[in-house]
C-alpha cells in the first residue's frame, strides 16, 4: 500500500529555516507529482508546493521566494526547504500524491511552529 512518512519539522524562530523530507513508499516514485501541503487552526488545509515527475515546480504565492521543493527518486524522497520562516507558516505539514483512479494519499502530517 502507499506510504508517505514525513519527517524534519519542530520549533524553529522566525527567520529561520527548516527542511522537511517524505519517504514514499508503494508507489514507483519518479512517475508521480508529489505535493506538500500546510493546515494552520482554525485555516483550511492549502497547497504550498508540487514538484511534477519531470521536476517542474509550482508555489504558493506567500512562500515563493522562501520555500524551495525538490525530489531525488532514487531515494524516493520529496524535500521541502523552508527559509525565513515566519509566525504564519505555523501549521502542520502534509506530504501528498494523488494517483489517477485512487485519488489522494496523505502523510500522517508534521507540526512546523515558527516562534521566539
Known amino acids: 500500500q502507499v506510504q508517505l512518512v514525513e519527517s524534519g519539522g519542530g520549533l524553529v524562530p522566525p527567520g529561520g529555516s527548516l527542511r522537511l523530507s517524505c519517504v514514499a513508499s508503494?508507489?514507483?516514485?519518479?512517475?508521480?507529482?508529489m505535493s506538500w501541503y500546510r493546515q494552520a487552526p482554525g485555516k483550511q488545509r492549502e497547497l504550498v508546493a508540487r514538484i511534477t515527475a519531470r521536476g517542474s515546480t509550482t508555489y504558493a504565492d506567500s512562500v515563493k521566494g522562501r520555500f524551495s521543493i525538490s525530489r531525488d527518486n532514487t531515494k524516493n524522497t520529496v524535500y521541502l526547504q523552508m527559509n525565513v520562516l515566519t509566525p504564519e507558516d505555523t501549521a502542520v505539514y502534509y506530504c501528498?500524491?494523488?494517483?489517477?483512479?485512487?485519488?489522494?494519499?496523505w502523510g500522517q502530517g508534521i507540526q512546523v511552529t515558527v516562534s521566539s
Open positions: 501528498n500524491v494523488n494517483i489517477a483512479g485512487q485519488g489522494d494519499y
Open positions: 508503494g508507489i514507483i516514485f519518479r512517475l508521480y507529482a
